[in-house]
């Protein structure tokens, strides 16, 4: 079994991390790293700290509009597909719909990791990736059974498996291991800070919607500490609002050790984050989403996650609940890095 990985960024490697090696155990994977995210504090770090192979392929083809991206993307990936039984894609970035679309038009199995999540926000560059690869996906594999449901609801034609959620799996592995040294690097002390993360296109190109958020940031009734997304950074500075953070701890962008640590440590996390969202919920800790709507529905309905868009007082409201009671594992168990293999497996015979 010879199976393309397409990657590209921060939270791919994270992904990739649950499923690599085990695939590399059965199978050949050519790891394709499309250069989206290309700084070492978003790629090169993830590479070292969660193990992850040098890639047999690795492009520049950030910067530039989605639709530009996404052709870089599909222009690099074709010609490499001659030879390869299946493609492997995750998440919802644009290297995730150039690897599902360059695999589909070439006539190659496609399989999709962290299908059937929906926001129902067409708004969100990352909610036409998820739609359109779920539909050009010939195995889709699902982080939950709500998930499942979303797909046949939308009658997609590949085969629909739950297989629980791979960053769970990175979660479990890794967060005994978590460096906890950075929050005394930062000067904050275990259970009252708060941990905040923003770098969707909606809440930060817009500048009226920058300013909201800064001031979401600069309105908390506990010490903020922000490591901050190159993209938020170069928003921020081009708006003049870097100075505006006052009394906001920012920090660089942070390896996945550190930031789990903090996340561990916060006594709740703000965050318009996909994979954050999921692993505030994992460590046991509230999360405030900056955001109207989340395709990770069921840490809301399990009272853990609310979304407050970047309406301050809503967020302050939200920081003040009781911590529910109950965590239900809401994402599987921790293999699901294992099944998705045993899945690629049984398509590819
Ligand atoms: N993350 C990290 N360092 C940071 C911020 C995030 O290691 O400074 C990790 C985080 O633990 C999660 C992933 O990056 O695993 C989430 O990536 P991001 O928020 O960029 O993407 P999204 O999930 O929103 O697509």
């Known amino acids: 079994m010879r199976v393309l990985t397409v990657v590209g960024n921060r939270p791919q490697f994270v992904k990739a991390a649950a499923v690599s090696s085990r695939l590399r155990a059965v199978g050949e994977e050519v790891l394709v790293h499309t250069g989206q995210h290309y700084d070492d504090a978003l790629s090169r770090v993830f590479f070292d700290e969660l193990e992850l192979p040098r890639p047999e392929h690795r492009f520049e083809l950030g910067g530039g509009s989605n639709t530009e991206q996404t052709a870089r993307m599909l222009s690099a990936i074709a010609p490499l597909l001659g030879d390869v039984d299946a493609v492997l894609v995750y998440g919802d970035t644009n290297s995730t719909l150039a690897g599902a679309l360059a695999a589909a038009q070439a006539g190659v199995p496609v399989a999709h990791v962290e299908a059937g999540m929906r926001s129902y926000d067409r708004s969100m560059p990352e909610e036409l990736n998820r739609v359109l690869t779920d539909h050009a996906s010939s195995l889709l594999l699902c982080s939950s059974e709500a998930a499942a449901e979303t797909l046949r609801g939308e009658q997609v034609v590949g085969a629909v498996k739950v297989v629980g959620d791979v960053m769970v799996d990175v979660f479990e592995l890794l967060a005994p291991r978590a460096d906890a040294f950075v929050l005394g690097t930062l000067g904050v002390t275990h259970g009252e800070y708060l941990l905040a993360t923003a770098h969707r296109a909606g809440n930060v190109d817009d500048p009226t919607r920058l300013r909201a958020l800064v001031d979401v940031l600069t309105g908390m009734p506990l010490p903020v500490v922000l490591p901050l997304h190159p993209r938020t950074r170069a928003r921020l500075d081009a708006a003049g609002l870097l100075e505006a953070l006052e009394g906001v701890i920012v920090a660089p962008p942070l390896g996945y050790l550190e930031f789990t640590a903090l996340v561990v440590g916060a006594r709740a996390v703000l965050t318009d984050s996909g994979g954050v969202q999921k692993e505030a919920y994992l460590a046991g800790v509230p999360c405030v989403t900056l955001r109207a709507t989340t395709e990770w ?37 921790g293999q699901a890095g294992a099944r998705v293999v045993d899945a690629l497996v049984r398509m590819v015979g």
């Open 297 to 333: 529905r069921e840490t809301i309905d399990a009272g853990w996650n609310v979304l407050v868009d970047l309406d301050a007082d809503a967020a302050r409201a939200a920081l003040a609940r009781p911590v529910p009671a109950e965590r239900p594992p809401l994402y599987g168990d």
